[in-house]
T-cell receptor, first 114, second 112 residues
Framework: DAGVIQSPRHEVTEMGQEVTLRCKPI?????LFWYRQTMMRGLELLIY????????DSGMPEDRFSAKMPNASFSTLKIQPSEPRDSAVYFC????????????FGPGTRLTVT | AQSVAQPEDQVNVAEGNPLTVKCTYS??????LFWYVQYPNRGLQFLLK??????LVKGSYGFEAEFNKSQTSFHLKKPSALVSDSALYFC??????????FGAGTRLAVHP
C-alpha cells in the first residue's frame, strides 16, 4: 500500500485566499484524522471522521475551517479565507480497527500564508 | 480531563548509551498506549503500542517501552542509542472512538 497520500506537499498563498488540502487514506481504513502542527502549539487534532461521518470537530479553530469526507478514499480540509496564523504543517492520518488502532500519518502539507 | 504528559522537552544521550524517554498518562479505563517518532520534514511514524499482556513491548528500530499501571507510565527505551535515533518522539493514549491523545513531544538528541 502507498500509505496515506496528501496533496499538495507545499502550499504558499496570500492572505484571504482559499486553500484546499487533500488526503487519501489507506485503503480499508475507516477512520480519518486531520492534525495541525506548529512550533508554538505542537500537534493539534482538528477533526476526525469514522466511516465518512464527522465525529468530533471541536478542534477546528473557527468557521474559516471546514472538512469533508465524501467517500472512504478522499477527504479535504478547506480554509477560507486563509490568514497568516494558519501557517503550519497539516497532517492527515488514518486507522483501521475500532478502539485504539494505531494511526498512520501522511507526509503532511506545509502551508504558508503570506 | 484526559491527558498525556512528556515531562522532558529534550533528552540528550551519547551514542551507545541507553536512552529513556518518559511518558505518563491520565486516561480513564485501560487505554491503549503508543509511541511515534517524527524525523524532520516527515509525518509521524508508528513505533510500538501496548494493548494488554506483557508490560514490556518491543517495537521498530530496537525500541521498547515499559508499561507501569501503578505509575501510569509508558516510558520508551533503547539499550544502545544511535545518532540516527535523533528525532522528535510522541507518546499517545487512546481516547475513545479511535482518537489518540498525544503528548507534547520530546526531542531526542544522540551525540557521537
Amino acid at each position: 500500500d502507498a500509505g496515506v497520500i496528501q496533496s499538495p506537499r507545499h502550499e504558499v498563498t496570500e492572505m484571504g485566499q482559499e486553500v484546499t488540502l487533500r488526503c487519501k487514506p489507506i485503503s480499508g481504513h475507516n477512520s480519518l484524522f486531520w492534525y495541525r502542527q506548529t512550533m508554538m502549539r505542537g500537534l493539534e487534532l482538528l477533526i476526525y471522521f469514522n466511516n465518512n461521518v464527522p465525529i468530533d470537530d471541536s478542534g477546528m479553530p473557527e468557521d474559516r475551517f471546514s472538512a469533508k469526507m465524501p467517500n472512504a478514499s478522499f477527504s479535504t480540509l478547506k480554509i477560507q479565507p486563509s490568514e497568516p496564523r494558519d501557517s503550519a504543517v497539516y497532517f492527515c492520518a488514518s486507522s483501521s480497527p475500532p478502539g485504539g488502532g494505531e494511526q498512520y500519518f501522511g507526509p503532511g502539507t506545509r502551508l504558508t500564508v503570506t | 480531563a484526559q491527558s498525556v504528559a512528556q515531562p522532558e522537552d529534550q533528552v540528550n544521550v551519547a551514542e551507545g548509551n541507553p536512552l529513556t524517554v518518559k511518558c505518563t498518562y491520565s486516561v480513564s479505563g485501560n487505554p491503549y498506549l503508543f509511541w511515534y517518532v517524527q524525523y524532520p520534514n516527515r509525518g509521524l511514524q508508528f513505533l510500538l503500542k501496548y494493548i494488554t499482556g506483557d508490560n514490556l513491548v518491543k517495537g521498530s528500530y530496537g525500541f521498547e517501552a515499559e508499561f507501569n499501571k501503578s505509575q501510569t507510565s509508558f516510558h520508551l527505551k533503547k539499550p544502545s542509542a544511535l545518532v540516527s535515533d535523533s528525532a522528535l518522539y510522541f507518546c499517545a493514549a487512546s481516547g475513545g472512538y479511535n482518537k489518540l491523545i498525544f503528548g507534547a513531544g520530546t526531542r531526542l538528541a544522540v551525540h557521537p
